[in-house]
Antibody, heavy 118, light 112 residues
Framework: QVQLQESGPGLVKPSETLSLTCTVSGVSISSSYWSWIRQPPGKGLEWVGDIYHSGTTNYNPSLKSRVTISVDTSKNQFSLNLSSVTAADTAVYYC????????????WGQGTMVTVSS | QSALTQPASVSGSPGQSVTISCTGTSSDVGGYNYVSWYQQHPGKAPKLMIYDVSKRPSGVSNRFSGSKSGNTASLTISGLQAEDEADYYCSSYPSSSTLIWVFGGGTKLTVL
């Protein structure tokens, strides 16, 4: 079965770059779009952006100037870089994808908490 | 892109039915039949409950149903059970023009 696993530092200093990786197992990453979604503590879900295996990306306009999502097909992974972070970027970051059901996120990683603090 | 609008909270007693609304625009909810609903328990990842406005993924109880009228989608949970207490989020598949996914602000369901 398809599984997603986020990894990366749990603590990032203000003004630095947040970097996370999502490892995909059970399916080739060359089969779908792959998204990052975040959730600040006590708040709702926010779509950050997505990437296709070809490298085509789409980003949330509110984050577009600071976000880069990339894919490594050889490792079956995709990554998120968010630059110039502030406390407002503190959140649980999930990777997710449309699996069986197109037009919806039916496969999610467990999420990883990232805190921005000095 | 504005988030979809959901009520902050709803509540119901065991056995009752509750409905959660999700209001968007003709560019998202109203324009496409790609509305989905997610259930999230504390500390857990969201779980897909409804896709394509009204379809249930395999394994999801038939107590959960979805519908849409104009720019507003709805999730109805019938025969409320204690385990249904959770946060619920709606989402709309990106339009071909924006390619941006949007989520609702979330609704806290309390089972009294």
């Amino acid at each position: 079965q398809v599984q997603l696993q986020e990894s990366g530092p749990g603590l990032v200093k203000p003004s630095e770059t947040l970097s996370l990786t999502c490892t995909v197992s059970g399916v080739s990453i060359s089969s779908s779009y792959w998204s990052w979604i975040r959730q600040p503590p006590g708040k709702g879900l926010e779509w950050v952006g997505d990437i296709y295996h070809s490298g085509t990306t789409n980003y949330n306009p509110s984050l577009k100037s600071r976000v880069t999502i990339s894919v490594d097909t050889s490792k079956n992974q995709f990554s998120l870089n968010l630059s110039s972070v502030t406390a407002a970027d503190t959140a649980v970051y999930y990777c997710a994808t449309e699996g069986t059901y197109a037009g919806a996120f039916d496969i999610w990683g467990q999420g990883t908490m990232v805190t921005v603090s000095s | 892109q504005s988030a979809l609008t959901q009520p902050a909270s709803v509540s119901g007693s065991p056995g009752q039915s509750v409905t959660i609304s999700c209001t968007g625009t003709s560019s998202d909810v109203g324009g496409y039949n790609y509305v989905s609903w997610y259930q999230q328990h504390p500390g857990k990842a969201p779980k897909l409950m409804i896709y394509d406005v009204s379809k249930r993924p395999s394994g999801v109880s038939n107590r959960f149903s979805g519908s849409k009228s104009g720019n507003t989608a709805s999730l109805t949970i019938s025969g409320l059970q204690a385990e249904d207490e959770a946060d619920y989020y709606c989402s709309s598949y990106p339009s071909s023009s924006t390619l941006i996914w949007v989520f609702g602000g979330g609704t806290k369901l309390t089972v009294l």
